[in-house]
């Protein structure tokens, strides 16, 4: 294929795309993603990197943080930040998804005898402004949010960078902007790893979208590099970069410390914030603040 035609395949690709919703595989999602280890070391590193930048946020303002979580999905994280005592707005497109997610918060409730301060707001992120700004949670002055989640959104949209625009209008100054998304040079090393040339070769053509509905890797990942030239362009700072699942994934042996889940968790946080190690990781998480 010449790169003139590859650039025309890829240019009708963009022209088609429409933003994904796991509407009709929740029940799919919530098992393959996070019912295994998978799922346990995503959390893991995500909660360190959160849960220790909201805690020091919250001290040094004094007050809980107000926090949004955009696309949030079964919004684990964002639940866990609501029982610390924080106000939390979730988001999803999907209502089968926050139904999901709603469940846990209320089973959580019970267990901690403790009610939480979440707002659920279904919807496509750009309805999001307009429904943000009737809700209840909106009354006060300043409605805006210390903190915004997007996890595992920006590889579903289908224009990603201007989503950035969302988040310059809702997030305070100095506030923070947390994105989490998959590394599409995880996706090309691994199939590297397992011999997978067609399939490599199929994604140079533009020709590497999955043919199961039910796949939960994404046909157009967004690379690092481009996200971060967003962030600078919109004048954000980046306070940490980690990657989630650095080795795991590629171990297609399980042999020794691999047979141990709570070492391999343990390692996986060891080395996802470790240069060059980090950049294997399938996910990748920018922390950074806005510049206000």
């Known amino acids: 294929m010449t790169d003139s035609k590859r650039d025309n395949s890829q240019n009708q690709q963009r022209a088609t795309r429409t933003d994904r919703s796991f509407e009709p595989i929740a029940d799919h999602f919530e098992k393959k993603v996070y019912s295994g280890l998978k799922g346990a070391i995503r959390l893991a590193v ?24 955009v696309g949030a999905g079964l919004a684990q994280i ?10 939390l707005v979730i988001n999803d497109i999907s209502a089968a998804m926050l139904d999901k997610a ?31 700004a009737t809700d209840s949670t909106a009354e006060n002055s300043d409605s805006k949010f210390d903190l915004i989640l997007c996890h595992a959104l920006l590889e579903w949209l289908a224009k990603p960078a201007e989503v950035m625009r969302f988040f310059d209008t809702q997030l305070r100054p100095q506030g923070a902007l947390s994105l989490c998304f998959y590394n599409p040079a995880s996706f090309d090393y691994r199939n590297l790893i397992m011999g997978n040339f067609n399939l490599l070769d199929r994604q140079l053509e533009g020709n590497y979208a999955a043919d199961n509905k039910k796949s ?10 481009e996200v971060e030239a967003w962030l600078q362009q919109h004048h954000y700072k980046v306070v940490l970069e980690s990657g989630l699942r650095v080795f795991h994934d590629y171990a297609p042996l399980k042999r020794g410390g691999h047979n141990d889940p ?3 968790i343990k390692m996986e946080l060891r080395y996802s914030q470790l240069e060059p190690y980090k950049w294997l990781g399938r996910y990748l998480h920018i922390l950074a603040t806005a510049n206000g």
């Open 262 to 264: 709570e070492a391999v």
């Open 216 to 225: 939960l890797t994404p046909n157009h990942p967004v690379a690092r590099q």
């Open 102 to 132: 709603q469940t846990h918060a209320a089973a959580l409730e019970t267990d901690t005898k403790t009610k939480l301060d979440i707002s659920w707001l279904v919807c496509p992120y750009q309805e999001l402004a307009s429904k943000l």
């Open 78 to 87: 964002a639940i866990e930040l609501s029982a610390q005592g924080h106000t």
């Open 46 to 69: 995500l909660r360190r990197d959160i849960f220790e930048y909201v805690e020091t946020q919250s001290q040094n303002l004094g007050r809980p943080l107000r926090i949004l979580d």
